[in-house]
């Protein structure tokens, strides 16, 4: 018994080791030499982003620009100071500049309730 | 093999240790503050042909949020329907259509537990009266897939990338004392109170999401049959797919579902269920439901409140196939068509009207028309 449930912890902590610890690290000042910002628009509608996961260089200043099919959501990068509200459909569009200078994968949360399934709205940003 | 006694130390040790691992992370970072508040509400007047017209809150939905930390978030809606609840007496329903913890371990696998929403279909778990055209649900959605379909379960959810997400749960089956002819399953629905999970069910949907279309199949397996405990008979077991697709692009919008209900042993349930009360149920051992609809924002662009125009074609059909022995009444093999208007003054609130067309198989029982108006909004 003993041995299985060790067996089944670490099971456990393999899987949360896959997952990884959230990056709490913030976003540093935005290099003057780096090019031009990349631009990514994102859609939001209950209960997803599209697109889900925006993968960059390291370094990379990105514009998102964020737009809704629905309701009002929220987007907030965690473990950043990124937390932005998106308006509703055809209310016009949120941008915001990140500088992706740490390398690791965030989570992007909507921090606004939107409905049923507002605590799966996610979506990731990969930095490499 | 594990007893009961050690599978349930198994289990506990393992929870715990979950538990503690979950929340060192947990401690580690901020709280997001106060519990949120939303909720939506609608209210109806429908006249259907030769009856009084009547008007009805028919929901009042209030939703509370919380996050304990960013892996693990609280979620649950409160609902009142028909506005009023009284003793003894038929009239509205008070109800927990959700509450329930994820805990967010990794993009593609976090769990999920307690009262949660059966993934099967499109408007079960996107419900928010802003969110579909006609003032009430579809009829597929009502005698096909029975929304709003909940239960107590423990599941997981992901975001597989590419644009497909999953949600995979068990929960208690259904009760098939509950079947009728008319509304299939819907009236076994077990909704979390003090349900019998000794004979459990697993549901699932998968969606893909690409530019405006979203995609998705999903499906419900379980027993039915500990309700018929003392009858003997085999137990029936209940399976449940649906093919949903949304399309969303300038002013158009599209949507369709195609959902089927299958029930075994249906000829066997039907003979023990008219034992118990001298009636044939005559319930089915196939129901099939489809729908169709078109949308299209006729106001103009400067506007930035909306008006949109839809049609809607359905077929739900509750006695497609029928056990051995028994003929299907031609009254509940129906259609519908559906024209009307949805007018947004603002996106969150919905002013809608829409004229219905009903039609069945039977030269004898008239479809009535159906008249609806009604207003609905989320917040």
Known sequence: MVVLIMLTNFLIVLALGIAGPQDLRTSGPQDSKSPGPRVVRITAERFAYTPSEIVVEKGTVIEFHLTSDDTDHGFRIVGTTVNAEIPKRRRGETVVTYTADIEGEFVIECSRPCGAGHTAMRARLVVK | MISINRFHVFVSWNLAFLLVLLAIPAQAQPREGAPTLSGYMEVHLNKIEDRPAEADLHRFVLMVGHSFSDRIKFWSEVEVEHALVEGEEEGGEVAVEQAYIDLLLHRRLNVRAGMVLVPVGIINERHEPPTFHGVERTFVDTVIVPTTWRDVGVGAFGDLGRGVSFKAYVTPGLDATGFTAEEGIAGGRQQGSHADASAPAMTGRIEW????????????????????????????????????????????????????????????LNQALQARSG???????????????AAMRVSPNAWTHELVAFGRYELFDTQKRMPDGYVPLAFLQRSALTGGLTYFPDPDVAFKFDVIKEHNKSSVVHAPWRVNAGVGWWF
Request: net charge positive; no cysteine; aromatic share 8%.
């Open chain 2, 279 to 293: 009636i044939n149920p005559n319930i089915a051992s196939r129901l099939l439901g489809a729908y169709g609809e």
């Open chain 2, 209 to 268: 999401r690409r530019g405006g279309l979203t995609a998705g199949a999903s499906g419900w397996f379980g027993g039915s049959g500990f309700g018929l405990a003392r009858l003997d008979i085999d137990a029936p077991t209940v399976g449940v797919g649906s093919l949903d697709a949304r399309f969303r692009r300038d002013r158009l919008e599209l949507r369709g579902q195609w959902s089927t209900v299958s029930i075994s042993n249906a000829g066997d």
